[in-house]
């Protein structure tokens, strides 16, 4: 079967920075998303690793390693609107993503 | 334009009611898909359109039938639901049905079943 963890909440302070982690078992493997969803919005895409390593965009940025089935997302300079639900997604080559339980990320001022 | 648009975005119908949900976009995206979202929960993956044709269904109830009746339109059909299937249903497109391929989610139509 298909798993994905992720922890499922985590709090952080204006301007900080925080780690989102996410480790996956999947049958196939190409790439790992990130999406982040406000409380009553749509999810809306972050980024995509298919490769090992730091994928850098603005404040937000992904990591990958396929050897240890672990990615994270960093978000830097933390601004109360990043308030939200994160959730890693795995492209297993099934054409469709399978999303992780997701992570709600609370900012405090 | 990367919007997807769905209608209605609040829904409330009995167990004996018919209804439809309808989600348009126009970015050319030949990848379309119908999720389920409850509280505090994940998407969880209902069916995938890939150039106008049914390419997954993830054993869905058939009190729900999905329609794409051209490349930009994708509909789901309601009939005989279930208290339980109150939920946030989301549409999304993407250019393709590659995961690396950004999906685009509509805002949803909230359901309550009665």
């Known amino acids: 079967g298909q798993s994905l963890e992720q922890p499922s909440e985590v709090t952080a302070v204006e301007g900080a920075i925080v780690q989102i982690n996410c480790t996956y078992q999947?049958?196939?493997?190409?790439?790992l998303s990130w999406y982040q969803q406000h409380d009553g919005g749509a999810p809306t895409f972050l980024s995509y690793?298919?490769?090992?390593g730091l994928e850098e965009t603005g404040r937000f940025s992904s990591f990958l390693s396929r050897s240890d089935s672990y990615g994270y997302l960093l978000l830097q300079e933390l601004q109360m609107k990043d308030s939200a639900s994160y959730f890693c997604a795995v492209d297993t080559g099934r054409r469709a993503l399978t999303f992780g339980s997701g992570t709600r990320l609370q900012v405090q001022p | 334009d990367t919007e997807v648009t769905q209608t209605p975005k609040h829904l409330v119908m009995g167990m004996t009611n018919k209804k439809s949900l309808k989600c348009e976009q126009h970015?050319?995206?030949?990848?379309m898909y119908w999720y389920k979202q409850k509280a505090k929960k994940p998407p969880e993956l209902m069916f995938v359109?890939?150039?106008?044709?049914?390419?997954i269904n993830e054993s869905v109830p058939s009190r729900f039938s999905p329609e794409c009746p051209n490349s930009s339109l994708l509909n789901l059909h309601l009939h005989a639901l279930q208290p339980e299937d109150s939920a946030l249903y989301l549409c999304?497109?993407?250019?393709?049905?590659?995961?690396?391929?950004?999906?685009?989610f509509g805002p949803g139509t909230r359901l309550l079943v009665l």
């Open positions: 690793n298919a490769l090992d």
């Open positions: 970015m050319g995206h030949r990848a």
């Open positions: 999947t049958s196939g493997f190409y790439g």
């Open positions: 999304a497109s993407s250019h393709g049905t590659s995961g690396r391929k950004t999906q685009y």
């Open positions: 359109y890939s150039y106008e044709k049914l390419s």
